[in-house]
């Protein structure tokens, strides 16, 4: 029952004619609702519910392709959930709000230290949209009609990207990949250079894994196209950064760099490029500087790039505030310090390459399915479908990923198996015997 007042003050006279404007044939005459409950009976009754629900803390998940599971720290969450930052919006105020911009200062420093860029946003919104803003970002470099990737790329990326260059008219063309090793064609890309190219993506290690080793022969061969770099982070903590390849942008995802997967999100988009790209670069940088009384000061810069100013041209129109998923990965980052980060990432690469050995003494697997090295997540032939696999492994608590068949058929029965440093010895034994008994 509303109260007459109310519905005085809204110059009505019952609340029907809130909705008179919803066709009679689309209302809900009444909802079966359960009986109210108290506090006590409503949280009881909401954790019966909840039980029902299966986490990767309680099953082995070997699921990989972007989206990981690592250890965070106690004091990651801690910061976290601090007050100031937990509730921040958009810096705008810089005399107000010097915690968070310097904060997200500290995760453009170590991001840049890692991807080796001259220059790297506070955020973008995941992986694949930075991929389409990257795209976006070469046709402002380079006007052409063609954009050029890996066949190794993420589907789910390829298709964000497709949808990002609708809006230019401009086309996706994909290089395949040498279907023994599964790194890129050089050769293929060559051929596919004639034209009105704009822009080529590789990402290292890909899909499958595999660290492309080609990656080095494929600037030289741009000359003026510029290459964009997809990575993950906790990678780059052996690798040589993509700078020493030639990269002219450098995106990725770092969600895993403080926050837990969750149901998919909220991610965090890495996104860096050198210095002369700088004004066509997407998204919020914060540049230090000094205040009226000569001190040290951040804000951000180059605002005039951004929708708050030059509205429909700006460079991209991001809104969503990523700053504490930004945050989440620096304060990882200055939790672990180089040695730990290190640490964690050959830690993740002898798990994998241990794993990938065991497998491939089980008959029906070849693994890894590609012969080159693979960082923290590797390609398993199987002989029996995977679908039928996935099912068998589902029903003993074991989750793994979807086959590649389906997008890539010429890679056959195929599954991508991730491993971290969160994953124990009986967790892997369990796979392991999972296996043998499917074979």
């Known amino acids: 029952m509303i109260d007459p007042e109310i519905l005085k003050a809204l110059g009505i006279s019952s609340p029907e004619e809130l909705f008179e404007d919803i066709p009679a ?83 453009q420093s170590y991001m840049s230290i890692l991807t080796g860029m001259d220059i790297v946003n506070s955020s973008m919104y995941d992986w694949s949209t930075a ?8 046709h402002r470099i380079r006007r052409g009609s063609r954009f050029l ?27 395949p990949f040498d279907p023994e ?14 034209g009105e190219v704009f822009g080529f993506y590789l990402e290292n290690p890909n899909l499958f894994g595999v660290m492309d080793e080609n990656v080095f022969e494929v600037s030289d061969l741009l000359g003026e196209v510029p290459l964009v770099i997809g990575a993950d982070p906790l990678s780059l903590a052996i690798m040589k950064p993509p700078s020493e390849y030639g990269a002219d942008i450098v995106i990725g995802e770092g969600h895993h760099l403080g926050t837990d997967p969750n149901f998919g999100g909220p991610l965090l988009g890495i996104f ?12 919020r940088i914060i540049g230090a500087t000094t205040d009226a ?19 429909d041209k700006a460079t991209s129109n991001i809104c969503t505030n990523e700053s504490l998923m930004a945050l989440a990965a620096c304060a990882y980052l200055a939790a672990l310090g180089g040695t730990g980060f290190r640490g964690v990432a050959l830690e993740n690469l002898e798990k994998a390459k241990d794993l990938s050995g065991r497998i491939s003494e089980i008959d029906g697997f070849r693994s890894p399915r590609f012969d080159a090295p693979h960082f923290n997540e590797f390609a398993v032939g199987c002989d029996i479908p995977v679908d039928r696999l996935r099912k068998r492994l589902l029903e003993g608590g ?42």
């Open 25 to 107: 044939e689309a209302r809900i005459s009444s909802l079966k609702l359960p009986e109210p409950m108290d506090e006590r009976d409503f949280i009881r009754h909401f954790k019966k519910i909840v039980s029902k629900n299966i986490t990767v803390s309680e099953t082995p998940s070997f699921l990989g392709g972007g989206v990981y599971r690592h250890y965070i720290p106690a004091a990651v969450r801690e910061i976290l959930a601090r007050s100031e930052f937990y509730t921040s919006y958009t810096p705008y105020q810089p005399e107000a709000s010097q915690g968070m911009l310097q904060a997200m200062f500290e995760y």
């Open 131 to 138: 991929l389409g803003e990257a795209a976006l970002m070469c």
């Open 149 to 175: 990737i890996a066949r190794s790329t993420s589907p789910v990326r390829k298709r964000v990207l497709e949808m990002y260059l609708r809006g230019i008219d401009a086309s996706v063309e994909e290089i």
């Open 181 to 194: 090793t599964s790194r890129l064609s050089v050769d293929s890309l060559e051929d596919k250079l004639k």
């Open 272 to 283: 860096g490029c050198r210095k002369e790209h700088l004004r066509k670069m997407p998204g």
């Open 293 to 311: 009384t000569g001190k040290r000061a951040f804000c951000m810069t180059l605002q005039t790039r951004e929708q708050h100013i030059r509205r």
């Open 398 to 439: 074991i989750q793994i990923g979807p086959s590649l068949s389906k997008d890539f058929p010429e890679v056959g029965e195929a599954v991508v198996i991730a491993v971290s440093e969160l994953h124990t010895e009986d967790e892997l034994n369990k796979l392991i015997s999972s296996l043998e008994g499917t074979a």
